[in-house]
């Protein structure tokens, strides 16, 4: 097993904190995430060299000898079929990139008398976890004095749902009013439940409520279908989270301009959007100063087919047009195959850059 040396989601620099509560930030809160398939797409060498020259952006990071092989997620890879702990079956055509849902448990109602959900005192919903050693590792990180988090798997709720009924029925159940949805949703809701609660008993800074809403124009749940099957699901997990007084950080990628005020309603502090899916003039007209935007970097047009300047100057106007002294805003890019290495250079020394833009 080789440790990961991607960035992780939640920056450990506690000034994550002062960004989230508008508390003026010495800097914004940047993160550079690289996929693990990224390792057999790219040069590895070239990869280290950037890392190992903007610092800012990976500060522990220590060149590992060549070659380098992530410690992939089970469900991450190829040619290896992965049942996790609901049932679901997960299919990936490359090592690193999650997979889709081949195999739903719950395709037919049938098997709903006998279906058993996950005890969430042995998984995460994904894969075995030992809370045990959840609560050390959390424990060191606080000694360290790095901002400790914790939180759900990616897709906890509404994809949770489409992963068991698949996505088709899960709309028709919600569309006819499917009696049984509820009670799914209801046995769902009370497994995340305990989940978070673990992670309220470890007392982490940030608890993290991640999974994807949106599609490419729009969400991929009716408006009023989330208000009535996932936001009040939503409300119950993040609950005790907000009563302890934690930091809730929502991520969704996909167009969710007409979630977004439900989300916050929900009593979300960091929400994690794509950029110009939803738009910098939506963001900044309805988001900007209501709840700390983590601004999730395009990765659909400028940077994968951009020039270097290209890449820059939307660093420079997502800066100027969501940044401010007292804070609020957070960036991250997630770094896939098929981006041109100049532009990952251009974007790594825009983000070291255009951090201290306020500063």
């Known amino acids: 097993m080789v440790a990961r040396i991607a960035s992780s989601v939640i920056s450990k620099d506690r000034n994550i904190i002062k960004a989230i509560r508008f508390e003026y ?20 060498e070239q990869l280290f060299d950037l890392m190992e020259s903007h610092s800012f952006l990976f500060p522990d990071f220590v060149r590992p000898p060549l070659p380098y092989t992530p ?29 889709i849902i081949t195999g739903h448990p719950l395709a037919s109602w049938d098997a709903w008398p006998d279906y058993k959900m996950p005890d969430p005192a042995k998984t995460n919903g994904l894969e075995e976890v030992d809370w045990r050693a959840e609560e050390d590792h959390v424990r060191a990180a ?22 068991l009924r698949g996505y088709e029925n899960l709309i028709i159940d919600m569309a006819e009013e499917e009696p049984l949805l509820d009670e799914l949703i209801d046995r769902l ?38 208000k009535r099957y996932i936001k009040p699901s939503y409300k119950r997990i993040m609950q005790p989270a907000s009563d302890a007084g934690l930091l809730i950080h929502m991520h969704s990628d996909g167009d969710i301009r007409l979630l977004c005020s ?58 100027r ?10 960036m991250i890019y997630g770094l896939y195959p098929g981006v041109p290495l100049k532009n990952v250079k251009a974007l790594m020394d825009a983000m070291e850059k255009y951090a201290f833009y306020f500063s």
């Not at 010495?26 to 390792?39: G, K, Q, R, Y």
Request: proline fraction near 5%.
């Open 25 to 44: 930030p010495d800097h914004i809160p940047m993160t550079f995430h690289i996929n693990d398939a990224c390792w057999h797409h790219y040069p590895q």
């Open 71 to 99: 410690d992939y997620l089970p469900s991450t890879l190829k040619d290896h079929p992965y049942k996790d702990s609901f049932g679901c079956i997960w299919e990936t055509q490359d090592d690193g990139l999650m997979g």
């Open 142 to 163: 606080r000694a360290r004095g790095e901002v400790t988090t914790g939180g759900l798997r990616h897709g906890h709720t509404f994809l949770q749902l489409t992963y």
């Open 189 to 226: 809701g009370a497994f995340n439940l305990e989940l978070v609660k673990h992670y309220v008993g470890m007392d982490c800074d940030i608890i993290t409520f991640a999974e994807d809403l949106g599609a490419q124009i729009g969400p991929m749940v009716r408006p009023d279908d989330f």
């Open 262 to 319: 439900d989300l916050i309603e929900n009593g979300v502090n960091v929400l994690n959007l794509q950029d110009l899916v939803n738009g910098l003039d939506f963001i900044r007209d309805n988001l900007k100063g209501k709840v700390c935007i983590e601004l999730d970097i395009d990765r659909q047009n400028v940077t994968p087919f951009g020039t270097p300047e290209e890449v820059d100057a939307l660093i420079l106007e997502e800066v």
């Open 321 to 330: 047009t969501l940044g401010s002294k007292a804070g609020g805003l957070a």
